[in-house]
């Protein structure tokens, strides 16, 4: 079975500054994805980052970039330039592919709060 | 731009009693799922579900809850007989073949009182 941990229940930054939040995973399996969801106020997941793990290349995505680490199994997500709007729970996830069976396995997410 | 629709938004209801949380997945999607939030607590996994049978469930998916694809394009989760603890957050999330980002409702709060 998969874990996933975040260690940091809360961050607190200034706006415009940049944050990074942790991610720790442990898996046997070979071929996965990792992901980045932001859930605001009204509690809606929203995809913010994915990763494949057979690709080294770290996924970018605006001001959003993951610093994936195979081998110590670690996805981290840095918020450059954050905004008030990036208020919000973040949750990390691990999805073992699967045909027909792609579920996802949440962190304990980081409540991210963005300071005027 | 597609997306997946949960109604209602809210739902409450008495202890005891049948609740039925519906879903419209994205329409070429094939893979559905349903995922539960406690409030303040992380998002777990109840059931995947494709060609219309079962994948895997997990242990919170007993005997309770059922899901069904009715007409082709609902997506249900009925829990029989609801417990207190069952209060959460409801998501149904749908995936494409080949295609691995899930597509979350806006997710229905069961209040069960």
């Known amino acids: 079975a998969q874990t996933v941990t975040q260690s940091q229940p809360e961050m607190s930054v200034q706006e415009a500054e940049t944050v990074t939040l942790s991610c720790t995973y442990d898996?046997?399996?070979?071929?996965?994805?990792l992901f980045w969801y932001k859930q605001p106020p009204s509690r809606q997941m929203i995809l913010v980052i994915r990763?494949?793990?057979?690709?080294?290349q770290n996924a970018t995505e605006n001001r959003f970039s993951v610093n994936f680490q195979k081998a110590a199994k670690s996805f981290s997500l840095k918020i450059s330039d954050s905004q008030l709007g990036d208020t919000a729970m973040y949750f990390c996830?691990?999805?073992?592919?699967?045909?027909?069976?792609?579920?996802?396995?949440f962190g304990t997410g980081t409540r991210l709060t963005i300071i005027p | 731009e597609p997306e997946v629709t949960q109604t209602p938004s809210h739902q409450v209801t008495q202890m005891g009693q049948e609740v039925i949380l519906r879903c419209v997945p994205i329409?070429?999607?094939?893979?559905f799922y349903w995922y539960r939030q406690i409030l303040g607590q992380k998002v777990e996994f109840l059931v995947s579900?494709?060609?219309?049978?079962?994948?895997?469930k997990s242990e919170i998916f007993d005997d309770q809850f059922s899901v069904e694809r009715p007409d082709g394009s609902n997506f249900t989760l009925k829990i029989r007989s609801t417990k207190l603890e069952d209060s959460a957050m409801y998501f149904c999330?749908?995936?494409?073949?080949?295609?691995?980002?899930?597509?979350f409702g806006q997710g229905t709060r069961l209040t069960v009182v």
């Open positions: 999330a749908s995936t494409s073949w080949l295609n691995t980002e899930a597509f």
């Open positions: 898996t046997s399996e070979s071929n996965y994805y």
């Open positions: 990763q494949e793990a057979y690709k080294q």
């Open positions: 996830a691990f999805m073992k592919f699967d045909f027909g069976n792609e579920k996802l396995t």
């Open positions: 329409s070429n999607h094939l893979y």
């Open positions: 579900f494709y060609n219309n049978e079962i994948s895997e």
